[in-house]
Every structure is written in structure tokens, then in C-alpha cells.
Antibody
Framework: QVQLEQSGSEVKRPGASVKVSCKAS????????FSWVRQAPGQGLEWVGW????????YSAQRFQGRVTMTADPSTSTAYMELRALRSDDTAVYYC??????????WGQGTLVSVSS | SSELTQDPAVSVALGQTVRITCQGD??????ANWYQQKPGQAPVLVLY???SRPSGIPDRFSGSGSGVTASLTITGAQAEDEADYYC???????????FGGGTKLTVL
């Protein structure tokens, strides 16, 4: 069965960077892209961006452009999202999601990133 | 990018039927997908495309759409259906994804 296993919670200072990993199993890694979606406490879902597991191409929401890097490593079946210049309003649960292009059919368990001085 | 609008909260009596809606101009061209999120859990895909359910999703969940509005209907709502529901889809650029603001469903 498809599984997306994310790295553990992180606590960061403002201005720092965080890198979240997402190890996929149960399917051919390069067949699907990954999207990253975040959810601030008590808020709705916000799409961050996606990365192609096949080509490495990426696209991010405008508000994250220049601050986020997404990669996918077929050799380890792992996707990564790095967010830089963290601010307090980046505090959220970050989900990796298998992106079929038209829908998100499998979600990781989420990684809590807390940003606080 | 596209915008999708949902009612913030909806309630339904146990066993009754409830409709949760999602509005946006992009829905003239794209089907909405629906995600259910229970407290403390990751979202789960419950409906996609015109009216398709992933394996394991009960058939009391159904979808429809007309014009700028997409709907998720639960026929015979159960206590375990109490959750937040989000609509979402790929927008016209094909590179961008968008979510509605979410609807909190309360089963009374």
C-alpha cells in the first residue's frame, strides 16, 4: 500500500531554515509528483508547491517563491521541502502529498514546524 | 490563480442529508476534489472527478456540479462524518493547486 512517511517535528528560530523529508513506498516513485501543503494552527489548507519526481521540475505558490526549495530523490524514494528565512507565521503542519496532477490521493502524516524566538 | 469559496460551517441531524458547496469560476472548467479532515489527522480524499470515490469511502458520499458550484452530499450523515471538508483542484495554469477555505460539518 502507498505510504508517505515524513520526518519529525522541528522547532526553529526566526530567520532559520527547515528541511522536511517524505519517504514514499508502495508504488513507483517516479510515476507521480509531490505537492507540499501546509496548515497553520486552526486554519485551512494552503498549497506550497510541487516537485516532479521524474524531472525534478518545481513550481511554487507565489508567496513562497524564492524562499522554498523542493527536491525529489529517486534513489531513496524521498521528497524534500526546504523553507528558508522562517517567520512566526510559518508555524504550521506541513504535509507531503502524492500529486496526481488533478488530485491529491495520498497524504503523509504531517510534520509540525514551530517558529519561535 | 483561482479562488474557491466554501461556507465556514454546516450542521446536519444524524441520519439526515447534507450538502456542502464550493464555488468558483474555475469550476466551470474543472471538477472539484473533496478532502475530509478529522481533528489531529491528515486530510483524506473522499471524492474526485465527476463523482468518484476512492476505495473505502462509503457510498453515502456523492458529488455533483453545476456552473460555478460543486457539491459534496452526504446522504444519511453519521457521527463519524463530523469533520472539516475542503474542496480543491488544479487551476487553469496546470501548475498551481488551490483549496477552498474549508467547511466544518457538525453532526447533531
Amino acid at each position: 500500500q502507498v505510504q508517505l512517511e515524513q520526518s519529525g517535528s522541528e522547532v526553529k528560530r526566526p530567520g532559520a531554515s527547515v528541511k522536511v523529508s517524505c519517504k514514499a513506498s508502495g508504488y513507483l516513485f517516479t510515476s507521480y509528483a509531490f505537492s507540499w501543503v501546509r496548515q497553520a494552527p486552526g486554519q485551512g489548507l494552503e498549497w506550497v508547491g510541487w516537485v516532479s519526481s521524474y524531472s525534478g521540475n518545481t513550481y511554487s505558490a507565489q508567496r513562497f517563491q524564492g524562499r522554498v526549495t523542493m527536491t525529489a530523490d529517486p534513489s531513496t524514494s524521498t521528497a524534500y521541502m526546504e523553507l528558508r528565512a522562517l517567520r512566526s507565521d510559518d508555524t504550521a503542519v506541513y504535509y507531503c502529498v502524492r500529486d496526481r496532477g488533478d488530485l491529491f490521493d495520498h497524504w503523509g502524516q504531517g510534520t509540525l514546524v514551530s517558529v519561535s524566538s | 490563480s483561482s479562488e474557491l469559496t466554501q461556507d465556514p460551517a454546516v450542521s446536519v441531524a444524524l441520519g439526515q442529508t447534507v450538502r456542502i458547496t464550493c464555488q468558483g469560476d474555475s469550476l466551470r472548467s474543472y471538477y472539484a476534489n473533496w478532502y475530509q479532515q478529522k481533528p489531529g489527522q491528515a486530510p483524506v480524499l473522499v471524492l474526485y472527478g465527476k463523482n468518484s470515490r476512492p476505495s473505502g469511502i462509503p457510498d453515502r458520499f456523492s458529488g455533483s456540479g453545476s456552473g460555478v458550484t460543486a457539491s459534496l452530499t452526504i446522504t444519511g450523515a453519521q457521527a463519524e462524518d463530523e469533520a472539516d471538508y475542503y474542496c480543491g483542484h488544479r487551476d487553469s495554469s496546470d501548475n498551481h493547486r488551490v483549496f477552498g477555505g474549508g467547511t466544518k460539518l457538525t453532526v447533531l
